[in-house]
């Protein structure tokens, strides 16, 4: 708001009926030195907060233009004659007095009343700032009431970002402080290190990360993954591949993270199957190999039972089996024409077991471990060593002199 005030000059006029010359003359000789030696009138602009009052004035004290503008002022006000000149139009600059606080270093604080600047605080509390210290606030700012003033041991740090370094000197704050001194301005998706809270420390090293997303989606090769399965029907040590192996095929979109123009990372967010992959299989055996002494009798089977046809043996043993029973065999020998428990009449072939290990009926090929071949047998009588259990199967002799012979002895059990 602006208030005008004009100063004005009253004048009267006297008629004198009577006055002499000289009079006269002396008269107009002081009226001219009256009128050469009086100033001639000039505008100020008084600043006081918000509000500006302008008075056209003939006075020459700051003072008492305020008071002929009807400011009042406090004693501890303080008015600032850096744009005022007496006899020209200029500006006259009040401070009003506040309750100001100033922390120092040591972390106490001081309060007091004061006019004008952060700097004429300063000065009034005989304050010198240091090379290497900082006020909080400008020292150009003007003091108002609650303003707090922090003298604080400045901090050496360096920012940098966009490929350039800046070395900046700083008081108390964190990080986010640093950068918005240094005037970097960071996108939702930028990074900086240390974090923007992180408190200030001096010779921090701060640096700001451009950092931008991307997708892409490329095809790959799906590798085929290898298995392996068991089977009876090789030999243990025994492999070969039963299914070849072949790679597939898919599409993945990744979603890469750019850090200041670099890829530092990929995500895969999607992916699509074009060609599935399929699996190489090896099979393995597990038919256990067991080794036959050097034949005896030139490998002629003990049994009198006719074997399959289609059963192969080599060296004594068949080729084909659906599994083996290591373990131990008696003989045994009947009268002729007995019967056996499955009502079989007796004859080398058919031998005693423990039908609930080896059911009746169970064809089986049988081979000591010294070379003798008992050969194709029947599960078809239950021995009496089921319940002692010293033997697995006990063998049917035509005689007791070759049940002596045979005696015990170790053999390999094949089930056909």
Known sequence: MIKELKGYVKATRTTFSKVTALIAVFAILCAGTAFATAPSAYA?????????TRVV????????????????????????????TVGEDSVITIYRAATVTFVNLNGESVYTVCAGTVSDLLTELGVVVGEEQLVSVPVDTVLSDGLTVKLTNAYHVSVTADGSTQNILIGEGSVADALTQAGITMDADDEVSPTADTALSDNLAIT?????????????????????????????????????????????????????????????ISETVLKEATPQITTV???QRITIARLQNGG?????????????????????????????????????????????????GYIAVNPK????????WIVSTDGIVYGYAIAADTGGFVNKGKFTVDLFMRTTSECNQWGARDVVIYVL
Do not use: C, M
């Not at 100020?44 to 500006?52: K, L, P, T, W």
């Not at 003939?58 to 004659?81: C, H, R």
């Not at 290990?357 to 089986?364: A, D, H, K, V």
């Open 57 to 84: 004035t003939t006075k020459t004290d700051a003072y008492d233009i305020v008071g002929q503008a009807e400011i009042e002022l406090s004693d501890k006000d303080k008015l600032s004659l850096e744009a005022f």
């Open 300 to 348: 002629t089977p003990i049994s009198e039972l006719t074997a399959p046809k289609d059963l192969e043996i080599v060296n004594g043993v068949p080729t084909q089996y659906s599994k083996i029973i290591t373990g131990k065999a008696a003989a045994y020998t009947a009268s002729a024409g007995s019967k056996t428990a499955s009502g079989r009449t007796v004859k080398p």
């Open 44 to 52: 100020v602009d008084i600043y006081d907060g918000s509000e500006i």
């Open 208 to 268: 700001v990360y451009r950092v931008e997303y991307a997708e892409r989606t490329v095809t790959e090769t799906i590798k085929f993954t290898k298995k392996t399965v068991k089977s009876s029907s090789l030999f243990s040590g025994e492999s070969k591949v039963t299914q070849k192996g072949a790679d597939g095929s898919k599409t993945v979109t990744y979603r890469d993270k750019i850090v200041d123009g670099q890829v530092a990372s990929s995500d895969a």
């Open 285 to 287: 055996g597990t038919k």
């Open 357 to 364: 290990q080896i059911p009746y009926g169970t064809e089986l």
